[in-house]
């Protein structure tokens, strides 16, 4: 029970701060008050407030700098502050969840973009994919990757869809090791990475906006496996 307390308390750590650099009070580079300050300020204890300050970290908000204490990062980006992200770690989200919305989102705007899509699209589609294989690294393939699945949503033309799916991919970034998220680039899975695209992008061709969903909800239910 203690611990569930210490988890509500950090809300108040998380949502106070926020105020703090939204009212102009914190600014990039701030350093947060000191933790007896902070403690007596909200109320709540020790444990508590940590717990709150990681959370910030993991949001990207707030840097602990060894010896000196806690900071707001500078270039903070104004996703941060998108209720996608900040409601997700205050009602402690999972990372189902975010496949969840992931695979709600994808999938209907691969059909959307199957609709609409023009030659140009679909040239610009292969184009990232053949980047992707004429990449090296797990972490290039990675990033054509992310362009392609993007470029999808840019076709739709519906940019708080594209602002959404940003804050999807700010999320998993988050709260998925590297490690895990790169090792889905290497061996035999991505020959079926290669092979998912393609089904993807030829549905889009044909305008087939069923079969756009369909290969869509099957390449993010087998990335969900592997980073699951």
């Not at 308390?9 to 947060?32: A, P, T």
């Not at 902070?38 to 990681?54: D, F, H, S, Y």
């Not at 040239?123 to 392609?148: C, G, H």
């Not at 959404?164 to 061996?187: P, T």
Request: charge should be negative; glycine fraction near 6%; aromatic fraction near 8%.
């Amino acid at each position: 029970m203690e611990k569930r307390d210490d988890k509500n308390l950090s809300n108040v750590v998380i949502r106070k701060v926020q105020e703090m650099i939204l009212s102009g009070e914190l600014q990039e580079g701030d350093k947060l008050p000191p933790e007896r300050e902070m403690t007596q300020r909200l109320g709540i204890g020790r444990p508590a407030l940590r717990e709150g300050l990681k959370s910030l970290e993991m949001l990207g908000l707030v840097e602990r700098r060894h010896g000196l204490g806690n900071f707001i990062i500078n270039k903070v980006q104004a996703s941060y502050f998108e209720p996608l992200s900040l409601s997700f770690m205050l009602n402690h989200g999972t990372e189902s969840e975010i496949f969840e919305m992931r695979s709600c989102l994808e999938t209907y705007t691969a059909a959307k973009a199957a609709e609409i899509a023009t030659p140009s699209d679909i040239r610009s589609l292969r184009a990232i994919a053949q980047q992707m294989v004429s990449a090296r690294t797990p972490s290039e393939k990675a990033s054509f990757d992310r362009n392609l699945h993007f470029e999808i949503v840019r076709i739709t033309g519906n940019m708080l869809m594209y602002n959404i799916m940003e804050n999807v991919s700010y999320l998993i970034d988050r709260f998925f090791e590297k490690s895990v998220q790169l090792s889905y680039f290497k061996g035999d899975s991505i020959e079926n990475i290669y092979k998912e695209h393609e089904e993807i992008i030829s549905a889009l061709e044909r305008h087939d906006s069923k079969a756009a969903a369909a290969a869509m909800e099957k390449h993010l239910g087998n990335i969900k496996i592997a980073y699951l």
